[in-house]
């Protein structure tokens, strides 16, 4: 097998958690004059998300960068535990790749925990994968292959 | 004044604090395939740092995306004691900006506090700014003009 390195494409986005998903959409947008791209409640990842747009996507790659925001749906889940503990702030970054399946294989194969062994839905129709941020230098890191263009 | 909205073009970077420069770059070029573009002291920031590519620049914009790796000078300095702190993992974001003096005015106008109230050098020849993570909801924010191409 030839993996593509390096096998990122792009910073896909920035991982926000914050305590008002509302509130803190307006401060990106008054702020920064960021605009929503998309929202939804996602059961399994326990947040009420927003995608604001940074870079849409250009060229070959159907990716684009944005801020993510991220609120909790209720305070035992990841992003509200996260909250808890540290505040407001940066929880994870992902990096855009083009084929998630073929870089967890990659990553895995080099020890490194991952936290999906197997690829799920993420934002915005992309295929997504977390590896551990105990093996990661403490980054919470995220794989995002993103959907095809429609 | 008219100012470019939104403010930001690219996530220019995404700074992370390491304990060894050297352990972090061969553990993302390792594990990523990753490669290293600028290597720098900066004494102001008390930093070794080291600059990886995520996605050259492309277009009309002459900043890229990058993984800026940070190595503490001394205990003391700012990463220093985020290290003591926190332990290894991302200390700030940095988004790519056309006119950072036009972007500090216009985000300086909101009321958030600037940690630089004028532009000064960062890395690889760029203009930046950061602002402070009280007012940008625990996002120690940096803004970038990345230096025209030579």
Redesign the interface.
């Known amino acids: 097998v030839t993996?593509l390195?390096?096998?990122?494409?792009?910073?896909d986005?920035?991982g926000?958690?914050?305590r008002n998903l509302d509130d803190?959409i307006g401060?990106y947008e008054?702020?920064?004059?960021?605009?929503v791209t998309s929202r939804e409640t996602n059961e399994t990842q326990g947040v009420h998300e927003a995608m604001l747009?940074?870079?849409a996507p250009?060229?070959d790659d159907p990716g684009g960068?944005y801020v993510q925001l991220l609120e909790p749906l209720h305070e035992d889940s990841p992003v509200g535990k996260f909250l808890a503990r540290?505040?407001?702030?940066?929880h994870h970054?992902g990096?855009g790749v083009v084929d998630v399946a073929e870089a967890l294989a990659k990553?895995g194969e080099?020890g490194?925990r991952l936290i999906d062994e197997r690829p799920r839905h993420g934002s915005m129709g992309a295929s997504i994968a977390f590896l551990h941020?105990k093996d990661?230098?403490?980054?919470l890191t995220e794989l995002v292959q993103a959907a095809p263009p429609t």
Chains 1, 2 share one sequence.
């Open positions: 993996y390195l390096p096998l990122f494409t792009r910073i986005h920035v926000i958690a914050v803190a401060w008054t702020t920064y004059g960021l605009t747009v940074v870079a250009a060229g960068s540290n505040g407001p702030g940066v970054i990096y990553i080099t490194i941020p990661t230098g403490g980054v």
